[in-house]
């Protein structure tokens, strides 16, 4: 059932008159609290399922058998009912929900008594002095993790929510050992209009996916060395959040940049034109709805192949990752794709930083695109087109996005009445691209025949497996020509990326994207009655 509370005028519920036991509010509780539907001794005190606090008389308080899932279901609905009426007999000021369900969940946690006794943050509250009841949220004692979340939550205001894990021994971003939270990450991500979380690398190490999933964005910050391995070793927490396979139905947008920012803090001041990188990826990471994206900060790693591990993780197009930790210290680069989101991104923000690239990436999975290459490496795997200057660029690629609506261009895949800059609308519940490459060793246009591509599918269909015709085994013909056909198997509305990509003779991988929007559910019966004189077809389209 739902509970709400509708305490009559002159009670002491002024803070949260008709607020409802609704579905974010236990959501939240859950991502804090997690399930263990076996009796376990929490400091003395015999708990069982969503950390419910048996008495004697409860069912299981003589047993260590599982209490079933609608006994835990009815335990958690009671007790939150339990808690919002605790907050609501506790305030007559005037809360917003957010700040309604944070107060709730730390009463949850610890009871009601245990709350009556936080007189500073009772009184901070009832004063409305809201700057001070963030820092007496995170001193009540507890879970560390759970307070920064409901403190995170006090500050929301429905801004989407990032969560930010601090490991650097940088001067400015100041290691978790000194015990302050604070990094460049956490000035531009509020800079940017998100509610910012900074967390050590233990507590991000002790959360679950339900807590994961309570944000829109994960950001590991530059680590001015290598990443704490706390950070690294729950991956298979994190990632299947940041996948959509768990917790998460859709994958969230991606960023990966092998460079350290915190190194160059005078470049940095909140907001510059050097942290357009930061600026911008905190908006692409959260652009995808219904999702938990990524922003991770690499400029070292102590052991490369568990790290190339987590990205294969991150991935799921063809391909192999491999890394270079030695990429010349130079500051030349260049950006070579776009999104909506990096608009204000250009080359001249990336480059001459005195060092600008710390890791490269000279092969990636085939649904991560390269924004930025560093061109003075002495391998070129990596070519496109900078969406500014129209000038080709290659060189081992460092700053990678995967997600919804990358645009990559390229003068050597073209698509005949395709425009990769402008969406394509989907006419039925199928869709053909049909491309032609060009020879980009070459100083004339020349099609570029027998060679093979790779077509990758992100968004709505992700990782759709489409058709190639004329050859099944998608390699051009004589006049450098293929084409891709795939089915909205998802059927509903959405947008695709269809990334298109080869690797040409001199052993560069050019690539381009196309976008498909699927407008609506098309579901299509045809009936056809005959009579001796006509054939009447009627197609019925919902």
């Known amino acids: 059932g739902v509970f709400v509370l509708a305490l009559v005028a002159g009670s002491h519920a002024a803070c949260c008159r008709m607020m409802v036991q609704s579905k974010p509010l236990t959501d939240f509780v859950v991502a804090n609290t997690g399930l263990r539907n076996a009796t376990y001794i929490d400091n003395g005190v015999r708990r069982v399922c969503y950390g419910h606090a048996q008495a004697a008389s409860d069912p299981y308080y003589y047993t260590w058998a599982p209490a079933s899932l609608s006994t835990c279901q009815n335990y958690l609905t009671n007790d939150i009912a339990t808690a919002m009426t605790c907050v609501a007999n506790t305030f007559n000021v005037e809360l917003s929900s957010n700040q309604f369900m944070a107060l709730v969940d730390l009463v949850f946690s610890i009871n009601c008594s245990l709350f009556a006794a936080q007189t500073g943050l009772i009184a901070a509250v009832q004063a409305a002095n809201w700057d001070a009841v963030p820092l007496l949220i995170q001193s009540v004692p507890g879970n560390a993790a759970r307070r920064l979340a409901e403190m995170d939550m006090w500050l929301a205001f429905g801004r989407k929510r990032a969560l930010i894990a601090i490991s650097s021994s940088s001067p400015y971003m100041t290691s978790y050992e000194y015990g302050y939270l604070g990094s460049l990450e956490v000035d531009y991500a509020v800079a940017a209009g998100l509610s910012a979380t900074p967390i050590y690398p233990p507590q991000w190490a002790a959360m679950t996916a339900a807590q994961f999933a309570a944000y829109d964005l994960l950001v590991i910050a530059d680590a ?34 092998g460079t350290d920012p915190s190194d160059h803090i005078g470049e940095f001041n909140v907001p510059s034109t050097r942290g357009e990188a930061l600026a911008s990826g905190f908006v692409f990471a959260t652009a995808q709805t219904d999702s938990t994206g990524l922003f991770l900060i690499v400029n070292g790693v102590a052991n490369t192949r568990p790290f190339l591990d987590i990205l294969d993780s991150l991935s799921e197009g063809a391909n192999n990752w491999t890394m270079s930790l030695v990429p010349p210290c130079g500051g030349s680069v260049s950006l070579i794709a776009n999104h909506s989101s990096f608009a204000p991104l250009t080359t001249s923000s990336l480059q001459g930083w005195s060092c600008s690239v710390h890791i490269t990436f000279p092969q990636y999975r085939s649904d991560w695109y390269p924004l930025g290459v560093a061109t003075d490496t002495t391998s070129h795997p990596t070519c496109g087109t900078d969406p500014h200057t129209g000038l080709n660029a290659c060189g081992e690629s460092y700053l990678l996005v995967a997600g919804s609506a990358v645009v990559v261009t390229s003068k050597f895949i073209t698509a005949p009445g395709r425009d990769p800059t402008v969406p394509t609308v989907a006419q039925n519940n199928s869709v053909s691209l049909t491309i032609t490459l060009m020879d980009p060793t070459l100083s004339t246009p020349t099609p ?91 197609t019925t389209t919902t």
């Open 448 to 538: 570029l025949a027998n060679t093979t591509v790779t077509f990758t599918v992100t968004g709505t269909n992700r990782n759709a497996s489409g058709v190639c015709t004329p050859n099944p085994l998608c390699t051009t013909d004589s006049n450098g020509t293929i084409a891709y056909t795939y089915n909205n198997s998802a059927d509903t509305a959405g947008q695709d990326t269809i990334g298109v990509s080869f690797v040409d003779s001199a052993g560069s991988r050019q690539s381009a994207t196309y976008q498909i929007v699927w407008p609506n559910v098309t579901t299509t019966i045809t009936t056809t009655t005959t009579s001796t004189t006509s054939t009447t077809t009627t």
């Open 224 to 257: 001015n060395g290598y990443i704490h391995n706390s950070i690294l070793n729950n991956s298979g927490v994190w990632a299947p959040v940041v996948m959509g396979r768990s917790q998460r139905s859709t994958a969230g947008n991606r960023v990966l940049f």
